[in-house]
């Protein structure tokens, strides 16, 4: 069966890096899109990057944007997270997620059209 496995999590002082890992199995992983989502206790889930099959194609939330990079490496079945210059309000769980659709061109932010999810993997960023 499918299975996502996030790893690279940690504690950092603002403006640091981590780098978070999503290893696949079970299935192709070089035909799905897959995202990133973070949740932060007593708030909702919420979609942080994304990128297509392929990895032609990315997408971030605005918070994100310009600090985080995802990208994947089909040949070893994973997808990454490079964050950097983390802030207080980044810290949470983060998890990776697998697009429904086989090989979709478009990004998509909304949680429900992800089938697969990961457990998760902590955050935490001091200031």
Same mark, same amino acid.
């Given at each position: 069966? /499918?299975?996502?496995?996030?790893?690279? &999590? !940690? *504690?950092?002082?603002?403006?640091? %890096?981590?780098?978070?890992?999503?290893?696949? +199995?079970?299935?192709?992983?070089?035909?799905?899109?897959?995202?990133?989502?973070?949740?932060?206790?007593?708030?909702?889930?919420?979609? /942080?990057?994304?990128?297509?099959?392929? &990895? !032609? *194609?990315?997408?971030?939330?605005? %918070?994100?944007?310009?600090?985080?990079?995802? +990208?994947?490496?089909?040949?070893?079945?994973?997808?990454?997270?490079?964050?950097?210059?983390?802030?207080?309000?980044?810290?949470?769980?983060?998890?990776?997620?697998?697009?429904?659709?086989?090989?979709?061109?478009?990004?998509?932010?909304?949680?429900?059209?992800?089938?697969?999810?990961?457990?998760?993997?902590?955050?935490?960023?001091?200031?």
């Amino acid at each position: 069966q /499918v299975q996502l496995v996030e790893s690279g &999590g !940690g *504690s950092v002082q603002a403006g640091g %890096s981590l780098r978070l890992s999503c290893a696949a +199995s079970g299935h192709t992983f070089s035909n799905y899109a897959m995202g990133w989502f973070r949740q932060a206790p007593g708030r909702e889930r919420e979609f /942080v990057a994304a990128i297509t099959w392929s &990895g !032609g *194609s990315t997408a971030y939330a605005d %918070s994100v944007k310009g600090r985080f990079t995802i +990208s994947r490496d089909n040949s070893k079945n994973t997808v990454y997270l490079q964050m950097n210059s983390l802030r207080p309000e980044d810290a949470a769980v983060y998890s990776c997620a697998r697009d429904r659709a086989y090989r979709r061109n478009y990004l998509q932010t909304i949680t429900g059209i992800y089938d697969y999810w990961g457990q998760g993997t902590q955050v935490t960023v001091s200031s």
